[in-house]
């Protein structure tokens, strides 16, 4: 690993340990970060703490990590956007849901040259393709139902 590559990974490391792990529930073994912090703020938190998601995504392109792991990298970045859409319960599904540090583990696994992805990596990224064409296709068939029975001569 040069310096370039551990100097970036040691940055990632330590904004990622700050936005999702820097501080303990007392008595609990319950940890979390900025994230759901800055989530309370309506609107804003949501576009800050996907930032860091967007510099993670951005170093792993650059360090080399295979195409299906970014992929599945950009898929825990969007649960997790997703999640703290909704007010409140988005801020506690923050606190369970780390994709900050998932990210950052999937980035230390595959930064080396000549690492491939997983089967596990694979199969998460083909199952989220076949679920969103899924509801996809639900709606689809859906509207076309509306729109036939909308329209549909009179009988």
């Known amino acids: 690993m040069t310096i370039d590559r551990a100097q970036r990974i040691a940055f990632?490391?330590?904004?990622s340990r700050l936005m999702?792990?820097?501080y303990r529930v007392p008595g609990t073994s319950i940890r979390f970060g900025w994230d759901p912090i800055v989530g309370l703020v309506p609107g804003v938190g949501d576009v800050a703490t996907a930032s860091f998601a967007v510099t993670v995504l951005y170093h792993a392109y650059r360090l080399g990590v295979p195409g299906v792991v970014l992929i599945r990298m950009m898929l825990n970045a969007l649960i997790d956007l997703a999640a703290g859409?909704?007010?409140m319960a988005g801020d506690l599904a923050d606190i369970a849901w780390k994709s900050n540090s998932a990210n950052l583990a999937l980035l230390e696994r595959h930064e080396r040259p000549g690492v491939k992805p997983t089967s596990?990596?694979?199969a998460i990224v083909?199952?989220?393709i076949v679920l969103v064409g899924g509801a996809l296709a639900l709606v689809l068939t859906s509207a076309a139902m509306m729109i036939y029975t909308l329209f549909r001569p009179f009988v």
Do not use: N
Request: aromatic share 18%; proline share 6%.
């Open 12 to 15: 990632l490391r330590r904004w």
């Open 120 to 122: 596990g990596d694979w």
């Open 126 to 128: 083909l199952f989220s």
């Open 85 to 87: 859409l909704v007010p």
């Open 20 to 22: 999702d792990s820097a």
